[in-house]
């Protein structure tokens, strides 16, 4: 049984638009969700973050937005570029245990 | 900075032999992880540790091993290989298991059993 689910396998957006990548848990006692990247040939790395007492973190060109009731996430990326081309994992973690990873997204940029 | 440092690379092993995957991390963290990513899948781990001398297992342990002597290392022993462990395998890093435990990967270790 999934908790951590990223139903979209793959998004394909052109160079300046924003980029949508969605999360959905099912596990509520989850304390914090994360957002990593992976390009290819490469271990993933982290990206951005949020406690579960927020609704939205900033950083750079990167936002997550959080919504409890719906448990559900989202990684916004304005503008995007081609270097954001890669694999995105959600994750997720409740205190006292391992990060839970969603299957991922494959964002495509094309310039 | 070294990071997080995983050999080999890639490996083929035949059905039955045994290998071990070294990880190695130079940034003093207590926790160390191994996840496998199979193709299509995120990644799920196989076991982690809290600090030297100190292992549990996770979502998928069965046929794999650890141990963690030191800080620094957390060797991943596959016996008796499967093809069902045909994957990439990732060695991670943390300094806490709390919180929002950012984990630093390797760059990833691909096996096929054959």
């Known amino acids: 049984d999934q908790q951590v689910k990223q139903n979209s396998p793959s998004l394909s957006v052109q160079e300046g638009r924003i980029s949508i990548l969605n999360c959905d848990y099912t596990?509520?006692?989850?304390?914090?969700f994360l957002w990593y990247k992976k390009y290819p040939a490469e271990g993933p790395t982290f990206l951005i973050s949020?406690?579960?007492?927020?609704d939205k973190n900033e950083d750079g060109r990167f936002t997550v937005f959080l919504n409890k009731s719906a448990k559900h996430l989202s990684l916004h990326i304005v503008p995007s570029q081609p270097g954001d081309s890669a694999v995105y994992f959600c994750?997720?973690?409740?205190?006292?245990?391992?990060?839970?990873f969603g299957k991922g997204t494959t964002l495509s940029v094309s310039s | 900075n070294a990071g997080v440092t995983q050999t080999p690379k890639f490996r083929i092993l035949k059905i039955g032999q045994s290998m071990t995957l070294q990880c190695t991390q130079d940034?003093?963290?207590?926790?160390m992880y191994w996840y496998r990513q199979d193709p299509g899948m995120g990644l799920k781990l196989i076991y982690y540790?809290?600090?030297?001398?100190?292992?549990d297992k996770g979502e998928v342990p069965n046929g794999y091993n650890v141990s963690r002597s030191t800080t620094e290392d957390f060797p991943l022993r596959l016996e008796l290989a499967a093809p069902s462990q045909t994957s990439v395998y990732f060695c991670?890093?943390?300094?806490?298991?709390?919180?929002?435990?950012?984990?630093?990967f390797g760059a990833g270790s691909r096996l096929t059993v054959l």
């Open positions: 994750a997720a973690i409740q205190a006292g245990t391992a990060l839970i």
């Open positions: 596990n509520s006692m989850f304390d914090y």
């Open positions: 940034m003093n963290h207590n926790y």
């Open positions: 949020i406690s579960s007492i927020k």
């Open positions: 991670a890093s943390s300094f806490t298991g709390l919180g929002a435990n950012v984990l630093t």
């Open positions: 540790s809290v600090g030297a001398g100190i292992t």
